[in-house]
Nanobody
Framework: QVQLVESGGGLVQAGASLKLSCAASGRPFSDYAMGWFRQAPGKGREFVATISWNGGYTDYTDSVKGRFTISRDNAKNTVYLQMNSLKPEDTAAYYC????????????????WGQGTQVTVSS
């Protein structure tokens, strides 16, 4: 089973950019589709973005389309989330997740989760 470690979170002002990374170890990274989810205080876990094993397919929640980009480097066993034009409503703990077979927007279909990295956007 793959293990996941996120990094790159922080405190930024509205309009800034951050790039989150999720490093995988264990089973071959290319066996997995990957996803990013987020959870704000008092709210449920929300889908953000997903990517297929080879990067050929991506999907995003409407609120981040045009601002966030998910990508992966299978040679480095890493998936990224580039976040531009950040808004205070993007404030949350961000989690990467891995699943066998195809990408998904549904958290319950993911098998492995990282520990999360906090993103805080001030107005």
């Amino acid at each position: 089973q793959v293990q996941l470690v996120e990094s790159g979170g922080g405190l930024v002002q509205a309009g800034a950019s951050l790039k989150l990374s999720c490093a995988a170890s264990g089973r071959p990274f290319s066996d997995y589709a990957m996803g990013w989810f987020r959870q704000a205080p008092g709210k449920g876990r929300e889908f953000v973005a997903t990517i297929s094993w080879n990067g050929g397919y991506t999907d995003y929640t409407d609120s981040v389309k045009g601002r966030f980009t998910i990508s992966r480097d299978n040679a480095k066993n890493t998936v990224y989330l580039q976040m531009n034009s950040l808004k205070p409503e993007d404030t949350a703990a961000y989690y990467c997740a891995a699943k066998r077979l195809g990408p998904s927007t549904t958290a319950s279909t993911y098998d492995v989760w990282g520990q999360g990295t906090q993103v805080t956007v001030s107005s």
